[in-house]
């Protein structure tokens, strides 16, 4: 079952960014993930604008999330992120086809 990353962040450094961004995709190939969205325009339809940038990335499962962000290349890439941005990485498995939502929700 696919699995989905959702990256926001408020950068404050785009330079020392950049190097991160250019470091991630070869990264995320290798555990057969892939970019949903990255940075695109963003419309808040309700609720305090979002102005942050946001990332959606796919994954075959969880375990294949898991395994990219702990991978040695990928975390040496994100101390670039981390000293030019604030931000939240969520993790969400999707659900198999035609599963029916949690009624108690």
């Not at 079952?1 to 404050?12: K, L, Q």
């Not at 892939?34 to 309700?46: A, H, N, Q, V």
């Not at 990335?57 to 040496?76: G, H, I, R, T, V």
Request: aromatic share 10%; charged share 30%.
């Amino acid at each position: 079952m696919p699995a989905y990353m959702i990256c926001t962040m408020n950068i404050h450094d785009p330079e020392t960014y950049r190097k991160y961004t250019a470091l991630t995709p070869a990264t995320l190939a290798r555990h057969g993930g892939r970019f949903l969205t990255r940075g695109d325009p963003i419309k808040t339809c309700e609720g305090e604008e979002f102005t942050d940038r946001m990332v959606i990335l796919e994954f075959p499962d969880k375990a294949a999330a898991e395994a990219w962000y702990a991978d040695a290349d990928y975390q040496s890439a994100s101390k670039f992120r981390r000293a030019s941005s604030v931000g939240r990485m969520i993790l969400q498995e999707g659900r198999p086809d035609q599963a029916a939502p949690d009624p108690r929700v």
